[in-house]
């Protein structure tokens, strides 16, 4: 099993900054990759940035290339989100998600962490 704890997430004002963290623990893989995914009330849960477990190779929505940046830090088991000119359209809850390459192999989802821009 897999546990993702969410935290980091608040109120701030619009062209603010804030930085998520997720924290992994259990039986993790180097095989794995890690993403941050965000939902807001009424709207589809929608894909904001991933990095692979191995490569560190790195994948964004388009709606935050430029503004957001994901990271890893292997000592710990913890992928951060720096989110950066923040603006309102930002506002969800935001959740990582730890899956593998195949479909066919396990995921797992963090409890998520509120994130509201003010106008």
């Known amino acids: 099993q897999v546990q993702l704890v969410e935290s980091g997430g608040g109120l701030v004002q619009a062209g603010g900054s804030l930085r998520l963290s997720c924290a992994v623990s259990?039986?993790?893989?180097?095989?794995?990759?890690t993403a941050w995914f965000r939902q807001a009330p009424g709207k589809e849960r929608e894909f904001v940035a991933q990095?692979?477990?191995?490569?560190?190779?790195?994948l964004y929505a388009d709606s935050v290339k430029g503004r957001f940046t994901i990271s890893k830090n292997n000592a710990n088991n913890t992928v951060y989100l720096q989110m950066d000119s923040l603006k309102p359209e930002d506002t969800a809850v935001y959740l990582c998600?730890?899956?593998?390459?195949?479909?066919?192999?396990?995921?797992?989802w963090g409890q998520g962490t509120q994130v509201t821009v003010s106008s």
């Open positions: 259990g039986r993790t893989s180097s095989t794995y990759r």
């Open positions: 998600k730890y899956y593998g390459v195949l479909a066919t192999l396990p995921e797992y």
């Open positions: 990095i692979s477990g191995s490569t560190n190779l790195t």
